[in-house]
């Protein structure tokens, strides 16, 4: 499982409607992570920080998945050597 480590906007930056939804969004999909981790660990946890690319920032998604890969990449072998405990 991936979780997205988002920041929450401050309340004295929520200057308009856009900014009230994008937050609204990020606080509702924390606590939905939050409450399936909790029901259903996850067996491994990538936890990239794209605490810089907001909820509709979708220009910036080539650095979301670079940011991505650049998390999977360090705990790669830790993945690896879950992996093959499950085989064994």
């Known amino acids: 499982?991936?979780?997205?480590?988002?920041?929450?906007?401050?309340?004295?930056?929520?200057t308009n409607l856009m900014h009230v939804i994008e937050t609204s969004l990020a606080v509702s999909q924390r606590k939905l992570t939050e409450l399936e981790?909790?029901?259903?660990?996850?067996?491994?946890?990538?936890?990239?920080?794209?605490?810089?690319?907001?909820?509709?920032d979708f220009h910036k998604a080539k650095e979301g998945i670079q940011i991505g890969r650049d998390a999977?990449?360090?705990?790669?072998?830790?993945?690896?050597?879950k992996l093959e405990a499950f085989d064994k």
């Open 1 to 14: 499982m991936v979780q997205l480590l988002e920041s929450i906007v401050k309340p004295d930056e929520v």
């Open 37 to 56: 981790l909790k029901e259903s660990p996850a067996d491994f946890l990538i936890q990239p920080d794209v605490s810089s690319i907001n909820t509709f």
């Open 72 to 81: 999977a990449e360090r705990v790669l072998a830790q993945l690896e050597q």
